[in-house]
């Protein structure tokens, strides 16, 4: 199997801090590799030194394959605010498109379009200033995938998406060819993309052949035989420290290999495998809280004559844990700034109606998914004026007087995350508390608020981190819509697919047993049955979204199938794909009103 990358003997180091020292690895065609290391020990510096944007401090070597295509998925996308969707990608595309004739060219285009609409983007004129962060991450992917490149390098790919994106994406890489080596928390992503997990430990590589699970026991078998053979060294180092002791005189030069090794054994017997890890046990627990949490009395929303809200109604009770879900400008963040009472409708615009009323004794934590504003002059101790605390969250003595720029992300979020559990809150909000923190950091998170005393509300992108907290998930349906399902994100998504094959499944019967009248094909109309619930005008609204429903998964699967062929002009091409993106959204709110009108009628 052919060699595409190789790597010998680089370092990294910032001041006395080494972060990775006299590593290599290789990486065969069709591997696809998670990185993964604690935050601040150097996994965004690799891969900035294989993108060529920074140098080994030990020189080394760095060997791609010859002749592969290879192309680099940053965390932060770097565009030009006036320029539209389509027109930034092609701009950032000349790497790939040098060279190309007229028609190879349109194929390329053509990939660009069918990627921007499988990410929900239908418009490609649309300017990048005016797109979200998860918006903005799709934009940066298609560039990524629509060159069809050999090899993957992704630093952090789901940062910002929702979670219909990462399912795409997860399912693009899981089915693609390609070889792959990306940093990633997300561990749903991660077993359903990868076969190998690499992790950087102390400055070295170690690689795990498998999933996620395998790699945590070959890890606990990596650290126990290491400790096992350090007990070893420390009996021999007895027994040859009584050697050294007794016989004083009997130090010939003769002997002297035998000191040499004894020095080597009191080294190596001094190494003993530790991992510090954030301890959450001594945060102190939330405040006292009373019965009333926050009530929302047939509240709506509108922003730039779009609906976020619409007569939503909800009692929040104690010790409650709900997650958030829907697509990226769906109104999450929105929301959670209303309720919170973070909204000013003098500065921020919009209009609100209804009634969102607090209890007197909720102290309210919330954890932004733009994170805090830092001066960056700041030290880490200016933020934090408690050393014992600090030691705790993984910042130890020696870091105490480091600027806050000179953090990695990850660690900027741990500090973050810890000046928001010194509130002691009792109801905590996390939006997209995920991003950045490494995943031994999130699964001590997770622990800590499975135990948590207050009541929980999350914005997640993060399956895994959602399956583990919640009870059950605001969908966010857009167009104000949100439902309320009960249970996990996992049983959610399996409810939707479910649902989906039996509408095709319907779709499929209702066809074979169309037959002939007067001349014309009927379609076999399926009875439902007497749902005493529903009124008559509602049960002909129901039977009118299952052929609604239908239509629309007919012609998309049509649009679909004509984007596939490669052969439709630019203007068609565009057409189509905006089209796509309308479909999308109409089946979004019909398949809600579906849902709504379903459990009323089952009720």
């Known amino acids: ?21 006299h590593i290599g ?74 060279g190309l004739d007229q028609e190879h060219l349109w194929e390329y285009e053509r990939r660009v379009i069918k990627f921007l609409t499988s990410f929900n983007l239908p418009d490609q004129n649309q300017k990048m200033k005016e797109l979200s962060g998860g918006e903005i991450k799709r934009v940066a992917l298609t560039r990524m995938l629509a060159s069809e ?69 070959k890890r606990e078998e990596r650290i126990a035989n290491y400790n096992a053979e350090t007990d070893k060294v420390r009996n021999i180092l007895r027994r040859e420290l009584e050697w050294i002791r007794s016989t004083p005189c009997a130090r010939s030069g003769k002997a002297k290999y035998r000191i040499d090794a004894f020095h080597e054994l009191n080294d190596r017997a001094q190494q003993v495998y530790t991992q510090k890890q954030m301890s959450l046990a001594d945060m102190k627990g939330p405040a006292r809280m009373g019965t009333k949490i926050i009530d929302c009395k047939d509240v709506s929303f509108w922003y730039d004559g779009v609906c976020y809200l619409d007569h939503f109604s909800y009692k929040f009770q104690r010790y409650e844990k709900v997650g958030i879900v829907g697509r990226n400008g769906a109104g999450k963040t929105t929301f959670l700034n209303l309720i919170t009472g973070n909204w000013n409708p003098e500065t921020d615009g919009g209009r609100m109606e209804g009634v969102i009323e607090r209890g007197d004794s909720i102290k309210i934590g919330y954890y932004h998914q733009s994170g805090m504003n830092f001066n960056p ?21 020696d870091m105490l007087h480091n600027k806050i720029e000179k953090l990695s992300g ?34 001590i998170l997770e622990e800590y608020l499975k135990e948590f005393g207050g009541s929980l509300i999350i914005v997640s992108h993060d399956r895994h981190f959602l399956d583990k907290l919640v009870d059950h998930l605001f969908v966010f349906c857009g167009n104000g819509i949100i439902k309320d399902f009960i249970g996990s994100y996992s049983a959610y998504r399996s409810f939707i697919k479910d ?34 619930k529903l009124t008559w005008k509602e049960e002909r609204e129901l039977e009118q979204l299952e052929k609604d429903l239908a239509a629309l998964s007919e012609e998309k699967s049509a649009l679909e199938a004509e984007l596939a062929t490669g052969t439709m002009e630019f203007d068609a091409l565009q057409k189509a794909s905006e089209r796509i993106g309308e479909i999308m959204e109409l089946t979004d709110e019909k398949e809600m009103r579906w849902l709504e009108l379903s459990e009323k009628a089952e009720a």
């Open 25 to 98: 690895f290789n990486i065969n065609e069709g591997d696809k590799i998670a990185l993964i290391a604690p935050n601040g020990t150097g996994k965004t510096s690799l891969m900035r030194i294989l993108a060529g944007h920074d140098k080994s401090d030990s020189g080394g070597k760095i060997m791609f394959m010859k002749d592969i295509r290879i192309a680099f998925l940053e965390q932060e996308y770097d565009f030009d605010p006036k320029k539209g969707i389509f027109d930034q990608i092609m701009s950032d595309s000349t790497e790939f498109t040098a």
């Open 499 to 532: 649902y989906e094959a039996q509408q095709r499944s319907n779709e499929r019967a209702k066809e074979k047993e169309s037959k002939e009248v007067d001349g014309k094909t009927l379609r076999a109309q399926a009875k439902l049955p007497q749902k005493k």
């Open 149 to 217: 490149a050999d090899f993957f390098i992704m630093d952090e790919p789901t940062n910002h998406l929702d979670i219909d994106a990462i399912e795409f994406l997860e399912g693009y890489l899981g089915r693609s060819r390609c070889t792959l080596l990306m940093v990633t928390h997300d561990r749903y992503f991660m077993d359903r993309v990868c076969n190998t997990v690499m992790e950087m430990d102390h400055g070295a590589i170690y690689t795990y052949k498998g999933d996620y699970q395998n790699f945590l026991e």
């Open 1 to 21: 199997m052919a060699s595409y990358l190789q790597i010998e003997n680089i370092s990294k180091s910032y001041g006395p801090k080494v972060l990775f020292e």
């Open 377 to 397: 002059e700041d030290t880490v101790l200016d933020i934090v004026n408690d050393t014992y605390l600090l030691n705790r969250f993984l910042f130890p003595h």
């Open 410 to 443: 990850g660690e900027r979020r741990r500090l973050y995350l810890l000046t928001i559990l010194m509130q002691q809150p009792n109801l905590l909000i996390l939006d997209e508390p995920t991003n950045d923190l490494d995943i031994v950091t999130l699964n």
